[in-house]
């Protein structure tokens, strides 16, 4: 595994925090406006819960899942795709019924998924895997400075 990407659980944390927020803001705000509900109040009422869902669902699934396969068939440069295809295909179906109670239709998960994938792919590519690993580098100078 590269050696920029985080080497113990804290570091894990530390980059997963600014890499999800980038991501459900992002993602959030985009499908809210496509299907006309986006307002303020919607979008500051429904940030925290999607934030902590696809915190917890990177955290504790799509990572672990997308870590594993990976070091077994020495996949890591695919990594990126697995686990945002992974955050993509289940916050499709999720987003909606946390943000307005509202299930899709399997019709519309089929349309939504290839639009959310190729956009949570290049926000993850250019901007949340770049953000997260500013900070952990920052972090990690933060500790060299003090040791």
């Known amino acids: 595994m590269p050696k920029q990407y985080p080497t113990n ?3 894990v ?3 997963a ?3 999800c927020a980038t991501m459900a803001l992002v ?7 496509i299907y006309g509900a986006w ?4 979008a500051i009422k429904s940030f925290p819960i999607i934030y902590c869902t696809a915190f917890a669902l990177d955290f504790f699934f799509a990572g672990p899942l997308v870590n594993a396969i990976a070091k077994k068939y020495n996949l890591y440069k695919y990594m990126i795709f ?8 289940t916050l499709t179906f999720l987003a909606p019924i946390i943000e307005s109670g509202y299930a899709p239709t399997f019709s519309h998960y089929i349309t939504a998924l290839p639009r ?13 895997f ?8 920052l972090y990690r100078l933060h500790l060299n400075k003090n040791n």
Do not use: C, D
Not at 27 to 33: A, F, K, S, V
Not at 39 to 42: A, D, M, P, S, V
Not at 116 to 128: E, G, K, V
Not at 130 to 137: D, I, N, Q, R
């Open 39 to 42: 307002t303020w109040e919607h």
């Open 9 to 11: 659980i804290k570091e």
């Open 13 to 15: 944390i530390i980059s």
């Open 82 to 89: 697995m686990r945002v295809f992974l955050m993509a295909g």
């Open 116 to 128: 959310n994938y190729i956009i949570a792919l290049a926000t993850q590519a250019l901007l949340a």
């Open 17 to 19: 925090i600014p890499n």
């Open 27 to 33: 993602m959030m705000n985009l499908n809210m406006w």
């Open 130 to 137: 770049p953000f997260g690993m500013y900070v952990l580098g």
